[in-house]
């Protein structure tokens, strides 16, 4: 197992319950250009928040991850056709899939053989689009604090290929005919303690924790909870996507 799969897959549960849900008009614009809508699958699903949307749209929606924690930590992907493997290597046939998507991921595996393998699955005029977020936005005072933590505090603790999130994917290159998506964006309304169990979901974070002995979030609290001002009162939390999409040439 890669170390991306250990260490999220050792707070499965906290990735559940904390990480954002993404917007529903991403999902409806995903089925309206497939080719069909007959077989979805999602890519390093996680705990199935990319998964559970396009039941709503697809005949059969499969989700795998290099995590079986990740897989077992949701208790809500009936319906959904769950198995472990690697991006890279799909037991799937070819020419089987109208959609792929891979969300908040491609940045671990953005290989050329990662990209083969989706060529090889995906029908003639298939879909593949994957998309990322990177720091939230709240207000001023609390992203300043966000920022620092994120920049310095967790410099040199996140694993290699998050600077493809930071640059939005630009930095990727697939061998596809690309296309622009529409500028989706999660927006949700939080708690202080729903920010502080996400920003414990971060890898960087948990490496930090590792070496350090001690939660860095914890360390950060007070800073954050002056910045958050009114504890009873939730923010709205704003994350832009960025996404790397198109249909494969076969």
Same mark, same amino acid.
């Given at each position: 197992?890669?170390?991306?799969? $250990? ?10 319950? %904390? ?13 309206? +250009?497939?080719?069909?809508? @007959? ?9 199935? @928040? ?10 059969? =929606? ?12 949701? @208790?809500?992907?009936?319906? *959904?056709?769950?198995? /472990? ?5 799909? #037991? ?7 959609? *792929? ?5 491609? +940045? ?5 053989? %990662?990209?083969?393998?989706?060529? $090889? ?15 939230? $936005? *709240? ?8 920022? &620092? ?23 990727? !290159? /697939?061998?596809?005919?690309? *296309? ?13 303690? +729903? ?15 590792? @070496? ?6 914890? &360390? ?12 009873? !009162?939730?923010? %709205? =939390? ?9 249909? #494969?040439?076969?």
């Amino acid at each position: 197992m890669s170390e991306i799969a $250990r260490l999220f897959g050792a707070r499965a549960g906290a990735y559940a319950s %904390f990480r954002p849900a993404y917007p529903a008009e991403l999902f409806a614009w995903l089925a309206e +250009h497939s080719p069909a809508r @007959q077989r979805a699958l999602d890519i390093a699903c996680g705990n199935g @928040q990319a998964s559970r949307p396009l039941l709503a749209y697809f005949e059969q =929606v499969l989700a795998c991850d290099a995590s079986v924690e990740q897989l077992t930590a949701s @208790q809500e992907l009936q319906g *959904i056709e769950l198995f /472990a493997a690697d991006a890279e290597a799909l #037991p799937l046939a070819a020419s089987s899939l109208d959609l *792929i998507v891979v969300a908040q991921a491609l +940045h671990w595996f953005a290989t050329p053989a %990662f990209f083969a393998e989706v060529r $090889r699955l995906l029908k003639p005029g298939g879909l593949f689009c994957a998309w990322c977020y990177s720091l939230m $936005r *709240i207000d001023p005072a609390l992203d300043a604090v966000i920022d &620092e933590f994120y920049s310095n505090t967790l410099n040199g603790y996140w694993p290699q290929g998050r600077a493809s999130v930071d640059a939005g994917y630009r930095d990727l !290159q /697939a061998p596809f005919s690309l *296309i622009q998506l529409p500028p989706f964006a999660i927006g949700v309304e939080w708690s202080f303690e +729903h920010l502080l169990g996400y920003l414990r979901t971060w890898s960087a974070v948990q490496r930090w924790e590792r @070496q350090h002995g001690h939660d860095p979030v914890t &360390e950060l609290t007070p800073t954050l909870r002056h910045a958050w001002g009114d504890l009873n !009162q939730p923010r %709205f =939390v704003r994350w832009p996507l960025h996404f790397l999409a198109g249909f #494969p040439t076969h």
